[in-house]
């Protein structure tokens, strides 16, 4: 691994812990890019069939693992009860707008998929913090 790699992973790692201010903003920005794309791009003719089954629920986990994860570190790893609820409602109002859209459909396992990305994503950074808080305290 090179010194640059390291130092990222590093900042990474301490982003999940103790994000600093600058951490918290970019990240609360990305959370609301995500979500503008999400509802812009799932409302588009391409939208629909772009992804096949069963890939689609892979990819469902992880763009909501990534939206789980970023809105951690803007939320400083306090209140994920909260993030997981307002995630949880992003993904079934996208749902809910797929019956604006011709061709696209809503299904239950579509937000239980995506639910499951925002749980995960709490699940590891949760234990992130308390590896890097264990190993800070030796």
Not at 10 to 19: D, E, I, K, S
């Amino acid at each position: 691994m090179t010194e640059r790699a390291r130092r990222l992973l590093q900042h990474m790692l301490g982003a999940a812990v103790a994000p600093s201010p600058r951490d918290r903003a970019w990240s609360a920005a990305l959370v609301l890019f995500i979500i503008a794309n999400l509802f812009y791009h799932g409302a588009q003719p391409y939208a629909v069939g772009a992804i096949p089954a069963p890939w689609d629920k892979p990819v469902h986990v992880l763009v909501f693992f990534v939206l789980g994860a970023l809105a951690w570190v803007a939320f400083a790893g306090r209140r994920f009860w909260l993030v997981f609820i307002v995630c949880a409602m992003v993904a079934g109002t996208d749902e809910l707008a797929q019956l604006l859209n011709p061709g696209r459909d809503v299904a239950i396992s579509d937000w239980l998929a995506d639910v499951t990305g925002v749980a995960l994503a709490g699940v590891l950074m949760a234990r992130l913090r308390s590896v890097a808080l264990a190993r800070a305290s030796r």
